[in-house]
Nanobody, 128 residues
């Protein structure tokens, strides 16, 4: 069982920055990939970025590449999402997710169906 709690969301002006955190419970955090997804009102949940179990591999959606940076600290059971140069279209609820079915996997998923546990989400609003 893994519990995920996101924090760090808020209201920011376009061009600003936010840093999201996702704190995980459970002893297996360091063995599995983590992902960030987001969902804007009236839209489907979309992939943002994923990071492998040891942080050695990352994969970004084109829409955030060069602006967002994912990292993790396995000693703190936490994954981070640094968001810079924010745009109004980044406004969404941001969710972190854990893929626990594939420990120590080389593959990192981009589909929501590949993740087993989800946080409750944190709202990010970017004003123009």
């Amino acid at each position: 069982q893994v519990q995920l709690v996101e924090s760090g969301g808020g209201l920011v002006q376009a061009g600003g920055s936010l840093r999201l955190s996702c704190a995980a419970s459970g002893r297996t955090f360091s063995t599995h990939a983590m992902g960030w997804f987001r969902q804007a009102p009236g839209k489907e949940r979309e992939f943002v970025v994923a990071i492998s179990w040891n942080g050695g591999r990352t994969y970004y959606a084109d829409s955030v590449k060069g602006r967002f940076t994912v990292s993790r600290d396995n000693s703190k059971n936490t994954v981070y999402l640094q968001m810079n140069s924010l745009k109004p279209e980044d406004t969404a609820v941001y969710y972190c997710a854990a893929d626990v079915r594939h420990p120590f996997a080389f593959h990192i998923g981009t589909a929501a169906s590949e993740y087993d546990y989800w946080g409750q989400g944190t709202q990010v609003t970017v004003s123009s």
